[in-house]
């Protein structure tokens, strides 16, 4: 109901005073002169009503032509001088009153037919009292020159005659306003292009920034602003036109990106559009004789683009508000108002609007809704850098815990020496070594690995460490290890497993026990040769089931120089992008380097995965590897 009260009202006459191109002056108030005026021309005599350029009305390609508007004035108002103000007109005019002229401006190029200097600005002009008519029948006549295709007057609703310091006021009314208005939608333009820094909305901000100035400029050109910063037709004209090609353009960018819509072939031809009608306007400036095709057809299949795209705005919120996108509601509202704007202009056109123009208020309710928007979401991204920085500062701390929960990376004793390698694919890891020093002939090296990886498989560690040390008693048997460690652990798995390999190294007795949790194999590298033996007792990972039985394998120590154990990570690095290092290229590389030191081995090693894989060795998971060498006797 509210809708159609809103239409119902939009679609009143909109100069019901002015009738037969008559108008009566009550006060020295300005009146507005938009509305039915005697149009006259070779071989035409009509009324027109002059709210837009007369080449819109179907009147095309006239040299010349001249409006006549009678002014009723009575005796009582004739104290003083009175003035005109007259939107901008582009082509050169000739005001006269009662055949005096009140002002002369502009030149039309001979050539192409434009003007040549300020004809257009927005302007008032004094009319003195002598060029009154005695009686109350004052008779406005306007003469206009126009250019090739075109011109006239644009209708932007200031068009008003009354006394003259009251003229002076509403022009510095009128001008204050709109150049407020053009600078307040650039601010917000230059704001958001310097301050908005989220990423993932980066290009719907920078469509937002070129809408908006484009939108300012045409604020400015249709206005005759232009003239104020350089005295030159085209570059008006090229502030008025710069929203035919950039407001399709922008506006479907926006919308693409800010709802995050996957819609390519509307943004191919939106961006083709932009790219195409940005040309025509640049060939228009080099080349002004292409001036006439594109006020033909470049312009008038701009409109349509313009409109279409308020559509697909329109559409892309309705969209965004049923997803769930921030800021959707308000955007949609913005929306809403300017497509209201532009319904009210074409009513305008068509004569049934009210006499208020409303499409630049329009388009900065749209142009503050969306800046409200972005602001929101910037106020968030704010919060959330912050969030992030604690964040990282407390998985720094937990990574600085973890750190000091696992061993020293190095271990010596007089018969063994081990060397450890920990890189957790993130700040924090789920893998966890530790060792049992049983006695000074007798070493227990235990490795685990978390299935994921970050915050949830770090805190596991922690209960896997405390877990692990409880164990001491059975430090020697590595089976009853893993089974007592599997049932205490049990009830902290929920999605999670772990997988875990436990050696006990014995130079009282020269045995090596090895029991395993589903882990990958544990490598014993021959002291003759250097070949190496793969050895992975059966048993399964941690969380499996509560009770969990685990088979021993024994070894004799004096046949072997070195134990390498590892997580999956070392063999999976470079997985993701196709290239994974591999256990075979792992038993290689073991061969090859048996006779580094454990430090050396543990860094060639690091260069080798990086050769085959072109990753770091922690890009695809956290990786941890442990190297025991046997010290000679």
């Given at each position: 109901?509210?809708?159609?009260?809103?239409?119902?009202?939009?679609?009143?006459?909109?100069?019901?005073?002015?009738?037969?191109?008559?108008?009566?002056?009550?006060?020295?108030?300005?009146?507005?002169?938009?509305?039915?005026?005697?149009?006259?021309?070779?071989?035409?005599?009509?009324?027109?009503?002059?709210?837009?350029?007369?080449?819109?009305?179907?009147?095309?390609?006239?040299?010349?032509?001249?409006?006549?508007?009678?002014?009723?004035?009575?005796?009582?108002?004739?104290?003083?001088?009175?003035?005109?103000?007259?939107?901008?007109?582009?082509?050169?005019?000739?005001?006269?009153?009662?055949?005096?002229?009140?002002?002369?401006?502009?030149?039309?190029?001979?050539?192409?037919?434009?003007?040549?200097?300020?004809?257009?600005?927005?302007?008032?002009?004094?009319?003195?009292?002598?060029?009154?008519?005695?009686?109350?029948?004052?008779?406005?006549?306007?003469?206009?020159?126009?250019?090739?295709?075109?011109?006239?007057?644009?209708?932007?609703?200031?068009?008003?005659?009354?006394?003259?310091?009251?003229?002076?006021?509403?022009?510095?009314?009128?001008?204050?306003?709109?150049?407020?208005?053009?600078?307040?939608?650039?601010?917000?333009?230059?704001?958001?292009?310097?301050?908005?820094?989220?990423?993932?909305?980066?290009r719907a901000n920078l469509h937002y920034v070129l809408l908006s100035l484009?939108?300012?400029?045409?604020?400015?050109?249709?206005?005759?602003?232009?003239?104020?910063?350089?005295?030159?037709?085209?570059?008006?004209?090229?502030?008025?036109?710069?929203?035919?090609?950039?407001?399709?353009?922008?506006?479907?960018?926006?919308?693409?990106?800010?709802?995050?819509?996957?819609?390519?072939?509307?943004?191919?031809?939106?961006?083709?559009?932009?790219?195409?009608?940005?040309?025509?306007?640049?060939?228009?400036?080099?080349?002004?004789?292409?001036?006439?095709?594109?006020?033909?057809?470049?312009?008038?299949?701009?409109?349509?683009?313009?409109?279409?795209?308020?559509?697909?705005?329109?559409?892309?919120?309705?969209?965004?508000?049923?997803?769930?996108?921030?800021?959707?509601?308000?955007?949609?509202?913005?929306?809403?108002?300017?497509?209201?704007?532009?319904?009210?202009?074409?009513?305008?056109?068509?004569?049934?609007?009210?006499?208020?123009?409303?499409?630049?208020?329009?388009?900065?309710?749209?142009?503050?809704?969306?800046?409200?928007?972005?602001?929101?979401?910037?106020?968030?991204?704010?919060?959330?850098?912050?969030e992030l920085r604690e964040w990282r500062r407390e998985i720094s701390l937990?990574?600085?815990?973890?750190?000091?929960?696992?061993?020293?990376?190095?271990?010596?004793?007089?018969?063994?020496?081990?060397?450890?390698?920990?890189?957790?694919?993130?700040?924090?890891?789920?893998?966890?070594?530790?060792?049992?020093?049983?006695?000074?002939?007798?070493?227990?090296?235990?490795?685990?690995?978390?299935?994921?990886?970050?915050?949830?498989?770090?805190?596991?560690?922690?209960?896997?460490?405390?877990?692990?040390?409880?164990?001491?008693?059975?430090?020697?048997?590595?089976?009853?290890?893993?089974?007592?460690?599997?049932?205490?652990?049990?009830?902290?798995?929920?999605?999670?497993?772990?997988?875990?390999?436990?050696?006990?190294?014995?130079?009282?007795?020269?045995?090596?026990?090895?029991?395993?949790?589903?882990?990958?194999?544990?490598?014993?590298?021959?002291?003759?040769?250097?070949?190496?033996?793969?050895?992975?007792?059966?048993?399964?990972?941690?969380?499996?089931?509560?009770?969990?039985?685990?088979?021993?394998?024994?070894?004799?120590?004096?046949?072997?120089?070195?134990?390498?154990?590892?997580?999956?990570?070392?063999?999976?690095?470079?997985?993701?992008?196709?290239?994974?290092?591999?256990?075979?290229?792992?038993?290689?590389?073991?061969?090859?380097?048996?006779?580094?030191?454990?430090?050396?081995?543990?860094?060639?090693?690091?260069?080798?995965?990086?050769?085959?894989?072109?990753?770091?060795?922690?890009?695809?998971?956290?990786?941890?590897?442990?190297?025991?060498?046997?010290?000679?006797?």
């Open positions: 109901m509210r809708i159609i009260l809103f239409l119902s009202l939009m679609a009143q006459p909109a100069f019901g005073i002015i009738e037969n191109a008559t108008i009566a002056l009550p006060d020295r108030t300005p009146v507005s002169l938009r509305g039915f005026w005697w149009f006259t021309a070779p071989g035409i005599s009509q009324p027109l009503r002059v709210d837009k350029e007369w080449r819109l009305q179907g009147i095309h390609n006239l040299p010349k032509a001249s409006y006549t508007l009678k002014i009723l004035i009575p005796d009582r108002l004739k104290t003083g001088d009175f003035g005109l103000m007259l939107p901008p007109v582009s082509a050169a005019i000739k005001i006269r009153l009662n055949g005096f002229t009140v002002a002369e401006k502009g030149e039309v190029n001979k050539v192409y037919r434009y003007p040549l200097n300020s004809s257009e600005a927005f302007a008032w002009y004094p009319v003195k009292l002598e060029y009154l008519a005695a009686g109350a029948v004052q008779q406005l006549e306007i003469e206009i020159t126009g250019f090739q295709g075109g011109g006239g007057l644009y209708g932007n609703a200031h068009l008003y005659f009354g006394g003259i310091e009251e003229i002076r006021s509403k022009y510095n009314q009128i001008f204050l306003a709109t150049a407020v208005l053009a600078a307040a939608i650039m601010m917000i333009a230059l704001f958001h292009f310097a301050l908005v820094p989220d990423r993932n909305y980066r484009a939108m300012a400029c045409h604020i400015l050109g249709i206005n005759g602003l232009g003239y104020y910063l350089i005295n030159d037709f085209l570059f008006n004209a090229a502030l008025i036109h710069l929203i035919i090609a950039a407001f399709p353009f922008a506006l479907v960018g926006f919308s693409l990106r800010y709802f995050k819509l996957k819609f390519p072939l509307i943004r191919k031809l939106a961006y083709g559009y932009g790219g195409l009608m940005a040309a025509v306007l640049v060939g228009c400036a080099l080349s002004p004789e292409v001036i006439p095709y594109y006020l033909r057809y470049g312009l008038p299949t701009g409109f349509v683009a313009m409109s279409v795209a308020l559509a697909f705005a329109v559409f892309a919120s309705i969209r965004g508000i049923l997803s769930g996108v921030e800021g959707a509601k308000i955007v949609l509202f913005g929306f809403v108002i300017y497509a209201a704007a532009v319904l009210n202009d074409i009513l305008f056109y068509f004569s049934y609007a009210i006499s208020i123009k409303l499409a630049d208020a329009g388009f900065l309710a749209a142009v503050i809704c969306i800046a409200v928007a972005l602001a929101g979401r910037l106020q968030r991204a704010a919060q959330e850098k912050e937990a990574a600085q815990i973890q750190n000091l929960s696992l061993p020293a990376r190095s271990l010596t004793t007089p018969h063994l020496q081990i060397s450890t390698l920990f890189q957790p694919m993130k700040i924090i890891g789920g893998d966890f070594f530790a060792f049992h020093e049983i006695s000074d002939r007798v070493t227990g090296v235990f490795i685990a690995d978390v299935s994921g990886h970050g915050i949830a498989a770090a805190l596991l560690v922690n209960t896997i460490k405390s877990v692990f040390l409880q164990q001491k008693q059975y430090a020697s048997e590595p089976a009853q290890l893993l089974r007592n460690m599997n049932q205490a652990l049990y009830p902290h798995l929920q999605e999670q497993f772990v997988t875990a390999a436990y050696c006990v190294l014995d130079f009282s007795q020269n045995k090596v026990r090895v029991a395993q949790a589903g882990h990958p194999p544990i490598y014993f590298i021959r002291a003759s040769d250097a070949r190496i033996e793969k050895v992975k007792p059966r048993g399964r990972f941690f969380g499996f089931s509560e009770d969990l039985q685990y088979e021993t394998a024994e070894l004799d120590l004096r046949a072997y120089k070195r134990v390498f154990l590892y997580s999956d990570g070392i063999i999976e690095a470079g997985a993701v992008s196709g290239v994974p290092y591999s256990g075979a290229r792992l038993e290689h590389f073991l061969t090859s380097a048996a006779a580094f030191s454990g430090e050396r081995f543990l860094r060639e090693l690091e260069r080798d995965i990086y050769r085959i894989s072109q990753n770091p060795i922690n890009t695809d998971d956290d990786s941890s590897c442990i190297v025991v060498d046997f010290k000679a006797a």
